[in-house]
């Protein structure tokens, strides 16, 4: 199974979980799905494409099989250098997905093929400054499911939306037939705009996990 058969009817909120509480990750995670999340995002970054070391494999394993045996996914963003040299990991670790950037894959082709063989639905990610035709010809020359636009520049939570974010969204969206995931300073307040654009996938760190009540929040924004 692959994002085509993830994707439910109106769209889907992800979570992400580098905005956890991590003293209180396992509750979190259990209240999300509770409240209806199904696919949770999970943000690796390697001091090195991104300022600063995010979360990795080891976080992933100590909540991928409850995720698991709900029914969930775990789509994980790499915000790396060297994505093909995490893949393995990811995969043994509980990954469904792997997000790598164009701007780090000198050959996205030959690293979605490798995250395949590994069993990983691939996705595209590019950052505000790549041009979306670029990103685009790159999501095809890999077969990619799925086009990341992010609407930050990543490595941090708790950014604020760029609102040129908004006809980059709508130009790959254009561009692609594969659907459209939006990351960074997305919330309450500009998540109909993003969906407008054409975004399907809304990835909200802060947005869920910053709110008194997150598995409200993800509710809300869910719109369920
Ligand atoms: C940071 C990550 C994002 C981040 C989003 O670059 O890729 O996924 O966690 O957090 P918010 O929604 O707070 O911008
Ligand atoms: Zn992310």
Redesign the pocket.
Known sequence: MTWGAWIREGGEVEP?I??ADFRRLGEQVDELLGAGCRIF?F?C?DGHF?PPVTIGPVVLRSIAPAIRAAGGILDC?L?VSDPAHHLEEFASSGAHSVTFHVEAAGDPAAVAEHARSHGLAVGLAFNPETQPDRAAEAARAAGAELVLC?S????????VFMPAALDRIAEVAHLVDVPVQV?????ESNAHAIREAGATIL?????VF?APEPAAAYRRLAGS
């Open positions: 992400s580098y905005a995002h943000d970054g991104v963003h915000m992010m930050i520049h990543p490595g941090y939570s708790g950014q990351d960074g300073g997305v919330g990835v909200a760190g802060s947005a910053g």
